[in-house]
């Protein structure tokens, strides 16, 4: 058995939270740390999604600020 990734903690949380509009990493971020679920930034959780983006299950909506839909 091995670990969550970082991808699987953030789309665990998002499902949990029946969230179904597009979110900034910030609010993201928001919604892990009220989860108990510690992420260093915004800024990684950005990094995150935008590489799980090119392999598919994340929607990116580029304007200010990017906005992230799983």
Known sequence: MHARGEYER???????AEVDE????????VLLKE?????D??????????????????EVHRGQPYRYEL
């Open 35 to 39: 989860r108990g679920e510690a992420f």
């Open 22 to 29: 597009p979110l900034t990493a910030r609010e993201i971020l």
């Open 10 to 16: 953030i789309r665990d949380v998002i499902e949990d």
């Open 41 to 58: 930034s915004a800024h990684r959780i950005a990094t995150v999604l935008g590489r799980q983006a090119e392999r598919g299950g994340v």
